[in-house]
């Protein structure tokens, strides 16, 4: 199911990007461009992260699962993403500490019955630090493509 959303042209790897609002805006327009999500997209996923964010330390890795509200989107997706240098991100537990992430799966589902199935699936996925550091040390999206398939296939 998992392999269903995430598309390969919504694979972006080592983005240089020096913070939320920058990464939030350069997927935003990618996204917009490609007709993935509306105009609001970028406005929502800010207001969203700011009060309810998505990072998560699983002590050895940490990672950031930002999603849009569906009314935002056009067609369902799951994008990819790695940035050469970390950028700070508040923890999903606790919004006052931040934590430096330099992976996203950004979740983009126009249902809001899929959304609690996909973020299991997900979360499922980024708990392995094998399949983080093999994300993460992808050159690329065909190899970032091959292990979510893989991976999804396995589960």
């Given amino acids: 199911m998992l392999k269903d959303y995430v598309k390969e042209e919504l694979v972006f790897l080592n983005l240089t990007v ?12 990618l996204f917009l461009d490609k007709g993935y999500v509306n105009e609001g997209f970028y406005d ?33 997706f799951i994008s990819v993403v790695t940035l050469t240098q970390p950028i700070k991100m508040k923890k ?3 919004a006052d500490e931040e934590i430096e992430v330099d992976l996203f799966f950004v979740l983009g ?14 979360i499922g996925l980024i708990q392995q630090e094998e399949f983080v550091q093999a994300i993460k040390e992808a050159k690329t999206t065909e190899e970032v493509m091959k292990k979510i398939n893989g991976m999804a296939v396995e589960k």
């Fill in 18 to 29: 020096s913070d939320r609002a920058e990464l939030f805006k350069k997927l935003s327009t």
């Fill in 44 to 76: 929502f996923i800010v207001e969203r992260e700011e009060n309810y964010p998505t990072g998560l330390d699983l002590k050895t890795h940490t990672v950031a699962i930002p999603h849009g509200n569906p009314e935002f989107i056009k067609q369902s």
């Fill in 92 to 94: 999903m537990e606790n």
């Fill in 109 to 122: 589902l126009n249902d809001g019955t899929q959304h609690l199935q996909i973020l299991k699936q997900v």
